[in-house]
Nanobody, 124 residues
Framework: QVQLVESGGGSVQAGGSLRLSCAAS????????MTWFRQAPGKEREGVAA????????HYADSVKGRFTISQDSAKNTVYLQMNSLKPEDTAMYYCAAELYSGNWWSVEGYNYWGQGTQVTVSS
């Protein structure tokens, strides 16, 4: 049974930074894609950043390019999201997803595994 556990969320002021972690357990293999999504109240879940594990391939939503960086520690089966220059509009629940089997990296329906989420709140 694969589990994804997110951590690192919190409350920061605008301009601050946070680093989210997503630790995968229950599987010794690397997932093809590991992706961060976020969902703000009243809005749809959206893809933020994705990493094709074991490669240099990264994807970012336009809204976070230049501010967020996704990285991985293969030995720990963990993916990180470094978030800098945070804005109030980054406030959301952030979810980790793994194993893209269908669609594009931002396709919510295309992932096999999801974490429970970690809350990020950015105040102005």
């Amino acid at each position: 049974q694969v589990q994804l556990v997110e951590s690192g969320g919190g409350s920061v002021q605008a301009g601050g930074s946070l680093r989210l972690s997503c630790a995968a357990s229950g599987s010794t293999r690397n997932f093809k894609y590991m992706t961060w999504f976020r969902q703000a109240p009243g809005k749809e879940r959206e893809g933020v950043a994705a990493i094709y594990t074991g490669t240099s391939i990264r994807h970012y939503a336009d809204s976070v390019k230049g501010r967020f960086t996704i990285s991985q520690d293969s030995a720990k089966n963990t993916v990180y999201l470094q978030m800098n220059s945070l804005k109030p509009e980054d406030t959301a629940m952030y979810y980790c997803a793994a194993e893209l089997y269908s669609g594009n990296w931002w396709s919510v329906e295309g992932y096999n595994y999801w974490g429970q989420g970690t809350q990020v709140t950015v105040s102005s």
